[in-house]
């Protein structure tokens, strides 16, 4: 549809007759605008926070699932989303396990805020992370005597990061090299 150039001066007159006259018209559009800055003046601290958090457990899932299966090919090419690559995790190895419902949670998180920009992280939601045993007692000894910070936000990104570090154990030189020596130190006792 091309409009001549006059042409826009008698469609911003129609539309404004059509809307009950220029008051209505302008309130409408102001009314419109302010929905759209509220939406786009959302907190982007928090949001890229929620979505760092998500970005870096999804980046050492996706190594996991390579080291773990080294004949599998590229996830990437394969165009796997989260919730398909957490689907490939070894729900029978028992650290995978107790990590598993937060790291569904961190990808509900991520896709309740991408279909409602203003999605915040809940009590429940820190809950859920919490409910790693493992994770709760490392953040606990950890705060080593003093109040530990329960923002939910902050949980969250603990748990991402204690979900790299878990996920990065089992293949990482460091963690091979401790349990070749504790396996040596056992057998070998002071042998060694």
Known sequence: MNTLPNDHEKIARRAMEIMGGPDAFFNAADEELANINARWNQNVSE????????????????????????????????RATFAQKVSLLDVDNPDIAAMLPGIKRLNAIRNRLAHNLGAQISDDDARIFLSCERFAALRAARSTGEREE?????????????????????????????AQSILEVRNLGDAI
Not at 62 to 78: I, K, V
Request: net charge negative; glycine share 4%; no cysteine.
């Open 47 to 78: 949001i890229g926070r929620i979505l760092r958090a998500h970005l870096f457990v999804e980046h050492y899932l996706t190594q996991y699932l390579a080291q773990a299966n080294p004949r599998l090919g590229s996830l990437s090419d394969a």
């Open 150 to 178: 329960n923002e939910p936000l902050e949980v969250l990104e603990d748990f991402a990061r204690h979900t790299a570090v878990s996920l990065t154990y089992e293949f990482a030189p460091l963690s091979k090299a401790i």
